[in-house]
């Protein structure tokens, strides 16, 4: 397929890799993306939101752009009574993606721009930038909210309504999942979405053990990563942790993550604390680390528990396969889009700790946990850049053939 009419091709993001606070799967998406893309002799440019300054510079072969939010952002929240802080400052980084992308533009026109749908971060530019663009939904938020069980607050409210002019007024949109595309058919301003799978690929060569030796090396762990919250399912897995740990008085439990406020606790790791009562002590609190830290920690582990209420073929499902790891994932959350049942994986209901807990010691006690490991580890390889950059090429290609 002929890729020559792309060629310098932008991508705004709230977060990247280059920068310290991130935790999301949605830097390491565009990073493993740009890095695909150069690696095919694109010229690719990454907007992210920065909290050290306004620098440009080469990362791995990608022109990243540090935007900083405008000194008027406080001033805005004072005139709004901090009723809707959020809000202005995404608002805000939309208006500063447009002024960066509207600079890279005019040194070198750009042939395609990705957006997020997630902080509509590429609003300001889908009203004003005349440049081919798409956006990529991650998620949608009323219903992430209303699975959390966040209070209908205005600065709440107003970023809903954002993001569902976002989908308005952005002609091409695609999806990673099935599941994800078929919730936004029913619920967003949309009529037409693809499904374009996520390219997964170990970007890390040289990996840093340290944490797993520090922390976990000679332990018989099953592994939970990502942010504590309720939409990953975590409440529901230290509820159903005793249980397990109970029957199987080896194991240990390595929770790696964010922690997060939730309706439920002002800290989910207190919270798994006082539900683990005294099994505390075989389960392994790690903060969020970066892959070169966590892929040791993943390969490790003898299990992966993932038991999202709500979730969207989530990079850990994907990367843990691809790794040659047994994911026990969630009916109804995308994972039954590349997990079979007792073949390459195991599926259980959402939010219903009992069953979690016996279908943990269903899969830890297999017989069968190295060759499933092995069918996950051949079930990843559809998600490979071979396979899925071209789809996402030839969508591009549509995308700019039809905006000229």
Same mark, same amino acid.
């Given at each position: ?23 999301? +799967? ?102 004003? @930038? ?31 309504? @954002? ?54 090396? +000679? ?109 026990? +994932?969630?009916? +109804? ?72």
């Amino acid at each position: 397929m002929s890729t020559s009419n792309i060629s310098r091709i932008a991508f705004a993001t709230p977060e990247y890799v280059t920068e310290n606070y991130f935790d999301g +799967g949605l830097a390491n998406y565009i990073y493993r993306l740009a890095r695909a893309l150069v690696e095919l002799n694109h010229e690719v440019h990454v907007v992210t939101l920065s909290e050290i300054d306004a620098s440009e510079f080469p990362h791995d072969g990608v022109n990243v752009h540090r935007i900083l939010t405008s000194k008027a952002w406080p001033t805005i929240n004072r005139l709004t009574r901090y009723r809707l802080t959020s809000t202005t400052h995404l608002l805000d980084l939309s208006f500063q993606v447009y002024r960066k992308l509207k600079a890279i533009n005019s040194q070198g026109p750009l042939r395609l721009v990705q957006f997020p749908n997630c902080s509509y971060c590429g609003l300001a530019s889908m009203c004003f @930038l005349k440049v081919p663009q798409l956006m990529r939904a991650s998620s949608f938020q009323r219903l992430w909210h209303e699975t959390t069980g966040l209070p209908r607050t205005m600065d709440l409210v107003a970023q809903e309504k @954002l993001e569902a002019l976002t989908f308005r007024l952005c002609r091409y949109v695609f999806a990673p999942s099935l599941t994800l595309r078929q919730t936004l058919l029913e619920h967003a301003p949309v009529t037409q979405i693809e499904v374009i799978r996520t390219p997964i690929y170990l970007e890390n060569k040289e990996w840093d053990a340290s944490v797993y030796d520090e922390r976990l090396a +000679g332990k018989n762990y099953l592994l939970f990563f990502g942010r504590f919250e309720i939409n990953k399912g975590f409440h529901t897995l230290v509820r159903a942790l005793p249980k397990f740990l109970a029957q199987q008085p080896d194991a240990y439990a390595a929770l790696v993550g964010r922690d997060m406020r939730t309706p439920l606790a002002p800290s989910m790791i207190d919270y798994a604390r006082q539900q683990l009562g005294k099994f505390t002590d075989r389960v392994v609190f790690i903060d969020k680390v970066r892959h070169a830290q966590l892929y040791p920690i993943i390969s490790g582990a003898r299990l992966v528990v993932l038991p999202s209420l709500i979730d969207n073929l989530p990079n850990a499902c994907l990367e843990s396969m691809a790794l040659g790891k047994v994911v026990v +994932g969630t009916l +109804g959350a995308s994972f039954d889009e590349v997990i079979d049942e007792g073949e390459n994986g195991f599926l259980v209901k959402a939010n219903d700790p009992e069953r979690l807990a016996e279908k943990i010691c269903q899969a830890w006690t297999s017989p069968r946990l190295a060759e499933i490991g092995r069918a996950a580890k051949d079930k990843a390889q559809e998600f490979s850049p071979e396979r899925t950059i071209p789809v996402l090429l030839k969508y591009y290609e549509t995308v700019i053939q039809e905006f000229e």
